[in-house]
C-alpha cells in the first residue's frame, strides 16, 4: 500500500496482517479522492475506523491542513502513528484509541471531509452515521465506503445521501449538508 499523491507520494505504508484488517485498494482510494479533490486543501478531516491510517494520509498529502483519525485497536493506533511519522505528517495528525461513537458522542470540533470505512457487516457505519452530523461543518462533505450492495440510510442527520459510485464489490457513498432541510 502507498500513498497515491501529493507530497508523500510512492511513499509505503505500513498495515497489519489479518483478516481483521481490509484497506481501500488503490483504485477505490484514487477514486475517492477524485470525487473531492478540489475541497481538500486546508481542510480538517475526520478518518474514522483508521486502520493504517492511509485515508488521512492521502488527504494530508494532497494538501489537508489537519487531521485526526480514530480507531479502537491499539495495534492499528501503533501503525498509524508509524506511518504518520514516516510520512512526516506526525504535526497534523492526531491519533485518538477510540470506539468511533464514543469518539462522535464526545467531540465539539468541526470538521470539513469525513471518510468512514468500517470493518463490514458490523452495524458500525449506522450507529457512526446517526452521530457524524453533530461534529461536520455546513458544507462539508462525508464519503463512505462499504459493500456495494449494502442499503446505506438516505440521510445522516443534516446530510443527504447525494452520490453512490461502484467500484466491483466496492460502493462509494457521498453525503452532503443538505441546504434545502436546514434553512
Known sequence: ??????????????????????????IVKEAMFSII?????????LDLFGGCGQLAIEALSRGAHSAVIVDLS????DVIK??????????????VNSDAVSFLSRRAEKYDIALLDPPYSKGLMEKALAKISDVMNEGGVIICEAPFG???PEAAGTFTLKKK??????????????EEGNE
Open 82 to 95: 508509524k506511518n504518520l511519522e514516516a510520512t512526516g505528517f506526525d504535526k497534523q495528525a492526531v491519533v
Open 150 to 152: 449494502d442499503d446505506m
Open 74 to 77: 491499539k495495534k492499528s493506533v
Open 165 to 178: 459510485y461502484r467500484y466491483g464489490k466496492t460502493g462509494l457513498f457521498v453525503y452532503r449538508f443538505n
Open 37 to 45: 479533490q478540489f475541497e481538500i486543501e486546508g481542510r480538517r478531516v
Open 1 to 26: 500500500m502507498r500513498v497515491i499523491t501529493g507530497s508523500a507520494r510512492g511513499r509505503r505504508l505500513l498495515t497489519l496482517e489479518g483478516t481483521d484488517v481490509r484497506p481501500t485498494t488503490d
